[in-house]
Nanobody, 126 residues
Framework: QVQLVESGGGLVQAGGSLRLSCAAS????????MGWFRQAPGKEREFVAT????????RYADSVKGRFTISRDNGKNTVYLQMNSLKPEDTAVYYC???????????????????WGQGTQVTVSS
């Protein structure tokens, strides 16, 4: 059974940085695209970033482009989200997700992801 465990969230001042990690287990990590999503209080969950199964392609939401970087380490079965220049509007629970089918393209669509972590809280104070 696929398990995803996020970590690295916390409280940070505006302008600061955090790095989120998502450790995967239960199957091979390489070959599966990964994504990060977030959900702010009272809002729907939204796409943040995705990385292809090879790591060679990334895509970002316009709201985080230039500030966030997604990466993966297949040797450690982990995907990362480096978040810089954080803003109060980045406050949310952040989730990582992965797909069930190997060697298919990354996607920004929440419904295309089959496995989800429990989330990690990120709070940015002004």
């Amino acid at each position: 059974q696929v398990q995803l465990v996020e970590s690295g969230g916390g409280l940070v001042q505006a302008g600061g940085s955090l790095r989120l990690s998502c450790a995967a287990s239960g199957r091979s990590f390489s070959g599966y695209s990964m994504g990060w999503f977030r959900q702010a209080p009272g809002k729907e969950r939204e796409f943040v970033a995705t990385v292809s199964w090879s790591g060679g392609s990334t895509r970002y939401a316009d709201s985080v482009k230039g500030r966030f970087t997604i990466s993966r380490d297949n040797g450690k079965n982990t995907v990362y989200l480096q978040m810089n220049s954080l803003k109060p509007e980045d406050t949310a629970v952040y989730y990582c997700a992965t797909r069930a089918v190997r060697y298919i393209g990354s996607t920004m669509q929440e419904t295309d992801y089959d496995y989800w972590g429990q989330g990690t809280q990120v709070t940015v104070s002004s």
